[in-house]
């Protein structure tokens, strides 16, 4: 529960940054209640949705040697979008570089707050 709510939290930094660095993506407030919403919509959406979605494309994720998985992101992105008002969208585009600053921000975020170490920590005891 401990990093599911720190995964909501590094994603709401992360739309937030996002946000100020893209025109096309923006908060209609940028209060810290509604950034948590859309992180916590955005992290649902991610763990419900985007392995389905995964699971399905997987021949164009195999053939295009896994830059589908960029066009998934801000599928993803854009599907948080239709969920909550809050967070608008301009296009596919938008969506997509959205996407990739979002997902290498959160990586940042995962590293600095040891999310990732959890995983290997996880492994060396099994």
Request: net charge neutral.
């Amino acid at each position: 529960m401990r990093n599911f709510i720190i995964r909501v939290i590094i994603s709401a930094i992360a739309i937030t940054i996002t946000a100020a660095l893209l025109p096309g993506i923006t908060l209609a407030n940028d209060t810290i209640g509604t950034v948590l919403i859309i992180g916590l919509v955005f992290g649902i959406v991610n763990a419900i949705v985007k392995p389905l979605l995964i699971f399905l494309t997987c021949p164009a994720v195999i053939v295009t040697l896994g830059l589908f998985i960029l066009v998934i992101n801000g599928a993803m992105l854009m599907l948080t979008a239709s969920f909550v008002d809050a967070l608008q969208i301009d296009g596919w585009g938008t969506a997509i570089v959205g996407g990739i600053i979002m997902s290498i921000v959160t990586m940042i975020f995962e590293s600095i707050m040891g999310l990732d170490d959890d995983k290997s920590a996880k492994k060396k005891v099994n």
